[in-house]
């Protein structure tokens, strides 16, 4: 009886553990959905943030201290920009944090720039000890709300705006002073950080595989501020000013027919962009037409160079009836394409690669990796088959499930 | 290389390939060609009169084999291949591989290829230790396809295409996605799949 006792608590205890890790993975899951809905980051008037930022809403992180609960997470640039400069590191970063505090919520997105002597950003504003630099802070529609010092740890709300009041109390939960820090100098004074960012645009018109033409269109200018603690031992620049320059590619056939911008084309391939249908007693096919992704190689001169790896004409996809349906199919195919585009990146990634191996790798890749993950799968690049053709379409998170 | 074979097949190529006509570029100068029409006509003829008859026979000749009895005819003449395609699926030593045998409708050759597939995307670990130890098979992959190249050149008169002439490049040809350089003598009388090195 004892025993029987002992197991029925320690399952019972069990299951409520489960149950609460279940309802805390809800909760996490519910979070990230709210903050997925909310953040707009197209509609950012930085155009970084706007083109080049993508935010990860896997991994949430959730803290409650007191009175405030925060929910938190990750963001990073898709092209990482980096610069030099004797007062910042070399790299921005970028964090999505909702707070609750008596009743009231408040959404940030951070924009964080970090002192060359301070700590690493460690992705969490509950951290920070060690830590400074300037928070440039938007809301998820993109309203620059002003800045936030942080220094050591201790935020201070320098533009002295009511709704950057929860954040800057949310960090200060988290900073305790050590003897240390104190014995370091006071530096009150701050400095306006001034960023200018260049976007240059192109237009590229393709044939088949081949780009015909590049053509530079122009440049876009934009400037941001943000104000920065001024570095103890004085070597910040006052009213410094930061570059950034990003390219953005619209991508054109040779009809004049818009084929999209080249910020999808690092998106994954989407499992929508397979329709199998019969073709044949034993097999079912796909028809895909206009896929494409990029590779970012660099010039003999060290120049960054962006290789469009483009297939306007239908390729065909194809697989045996008897070993999956074409939900599955789908799957497997965009996953196995996304695969290998991501070969090639890896392989000619940052080299001084034409586009003429790029196109040879990846079609002998492809050809080779889709029998490998359903057996019998065949690829053409120039087939005969009248199968009509779907575009291909590229998820912004994954190839998504289409069974 | 046999220069004799060669020169032999090469000019069987040349009467079903046009020559210096690209077939991603000129396709239609490509599809009026008479060497093009003839092997379109070939391997239509072969779908529609053969077959299934062909595919039939030469699976029965291993219903009796525990292993190989499931053979599939997946034979593709709806992307023009040129030959007939057969594939079994075994697993062996916790891996999963597919044997394909490609018979040529084309010249009595034919071609195995053994393809070691990502295990991982088919099933869970707990699925392939199932598949192991119901697996009955005590014959390794090599053995299996020693049977096969028995059974296929005793009973049908076929021969293994030979190895160096597999990936040979017949520099003025293009067929489909093989552009010019990179047609080969299995292209030619097979398909458009890669085949791996023996070696």
Known sequence: MYKF?????????????LSCQNDELENKQENAKVAKTNLELAKFSNLNIAQNVEADFEKVNE????NFKISEFSAKEKIVNTFESNVLQNQLKYQGVTIENEGKSQSYFLEVYTLAKSAAYPQTITKLKGFTAGLNVYSFTGENLGSVLVRNGEAKNISGKEELDILTKAINLFYAPSDITS???????????????TQDVWRIISNGPKILEVIYVGEKVTKSTTILPYPCDGSGDVEAIKLQRIAHYAHYNQNGQYLGESSTLDYPPSCESFNFTPDGSFWQAAMVKNINFRVI???????RVIHVVSYPQAIYFGLPTNVINPGLAANKSARVLMETMQEVIDKYGGTDVSDLVLDQYFRE?????YPLSVSGGRVNFNSPSTIPATNYIANVWTPGNCN | MNNMIDK???NLVYLLYPRNICAYKDKDEYFISDEYKRLAKLIADFDNENRVGVGKTFIEKFENDKTLKNFQDLSLFNIEDRCMTLHVTVIEG???YTISLFLSIILPYYVVDVRKNKIELYFSESEITNLENENTETRNIKELVSEISTVIETEFMYKKFPNELVNYVIEDISFQDSEFGYFTMYNAFFNNVIIEDES
């Open chain 2, 94 to 96: 916790r891996q999963l």
């Open chain 1, 183 to 197: 014995k370091i100098p006071l530096c009150d004074a701050t400095y306006t950080q001034t960023v200018w960012l």
């Open chain 1, 297 to 303: 190689g660099v010039s003999p001169t060290g120049v």
């Open chain 2, 8 to 10: 032999v097949l090469k």
């Open chain 1, 63 to 66: 803290i409650e201290k007191d």
């Open chain 1, 5 to 17: 006792i002992k197991y029925s608590v320690f399952t019972f205890t069990a299951l409520f553990l």
């Open chain 1, 365 to 369: 890749r492809l050809k080779r990796n």
